[in-house]
């Protein structure tokens, strides 16, 4: 009897919107797709995904908003099942530069321990490692 009230309790509880008067929609956070990194140095975000088959490195501020590339290049590097070696990928920004992609087309499974460096061309500034369980 007990469970039944609080039951029907609940599901009265839910029906009435107890939303502020003030506000007429919840601010949602930008998602970033794929895997989301925070950067090491300057705050921000990066998302990794693979996109039509091709690895796609987007870089993002600290409010979550898409923002031109940084690193001209990345290296990836990551086993695989299919051979007994580790593929190896340069990454470029593309037109636009919000990412970094590449042309070559990776073979799946998408189950790896994936290396990322994002290499700088200019030497006073330092690369910027990352190392993740790459699962899409």
Do not use: C, H
């Amino acid at each position: 009897m007990k469970r039944r009230f609080a039951v029907l309790l609940a599901l009265v509880a839910l029906s009435f919107d107890i939303t502020p008067a003030g506000a007429t929609e919840l601010e949602k956070e930008p998602v970033i797709p794929g895997i989301t990194l925070d950067r090491k140095t300057g705050g921000g975000f990066l998302g990794i995904e693979i996109v039509d088959g091709n690895f796609k490195l987007s870089f993002y501020g600290k409010d979550k908003q898409p923002v031109a590339v940084d690193f001209p290049r990345a290296l990836l590097r990551w086993e695989v099942t299919y051979k007994n070696a580790a593929e190896r990928l340069i990454l470029s920004a593309a037109p636009g530069g919000k990412y970094l992609t590449s042309t070559r087309v990776i073979r799946p499974p998408y189950n790896f321990q994936l290396f990322i460096t994002l290499l700088a061309d200019d030497q006073r500034k330092e690369s910027e490692t990352y190392v993740l369980r790459f699962r899409q």
